[in-house]
């Protein structure tokens, strides 16, 4: 985990629930003082849930990634967010820890965006075999996230020393 990789998703946690949860409370409420312990705390805890998602235990990450799905994305039916969503600090962390939590295929579009990359280079990885076809269409979104945590190549220019 870098430092600027938790301060990027710690901001965005913030900025995510104070519009979908704290902003709606102090509607409610009509005044901002009721809310803003609740500022003061949301916070503090962006900062520990952000290192919850990019610490080294892939349980509490997991876990901490459903917690805060359910919370800010309340709803009947699978999570299924729309593809920019996988391009934010949040997206990327939760297609790297979790993958995709509610299908097992996705669209070449979707793939690409959870691995930031376009179309054209997931329908690459695919040809190459880099990337898992699922048979219904689209890609394994176990192939996705499988890609997404192996250690990253690195291809130096190579010297001869004579």
């Known amino acids: 985990m870098s430092t600027s990789e938790h301060v990027a998703l ?9 519009r979908r949860i704290v902003d709606p409370l102090e509607i409610l409420f009509g005044s901002d003082e009721q809310v803003d312990p609740v500022r003061s705390r949301l916070r503090i805890e962006a900062e520990v849930w952000a290192a ?53 295929a996705v669209p070449f579009a979707t793939a690409g965006a959870m691995l930031g990359i376009t179309r ?15 048979p219904d269409g689209g890609v394994t979104t176990e192939s996705i996230h499988e890609r997404l945590n192996q250690p990253q190549e690195r291809y130096a220019a190579r010297r001869d020393h004579h």
Do not use: C, N, Y
């Open 120 to 134: 054209q280079g997931v329908h690459d990885l695919v040809k190459r075999a880099k990337l898992d076809r699922h």
């Open 10 to 18: 710690a901001g965005e946690l913030v900025r995510l629930i104070e």
């Open 52 to 104: 919850q998602l990019l610490g080294p235990d892939d349980r509490l990450a997991v876990h901490m990634a459903a917690r805060l799905i359910a919370a800010v994305f309340p709803g009947d039916s699978p999570f299924d967010p729309p593809d920019e969503w996988w391009r934010t600090a949040f997206g990327r962390t939760v297609a790297r820890r979790v993958g995709h939590p509610g299908k097992t």
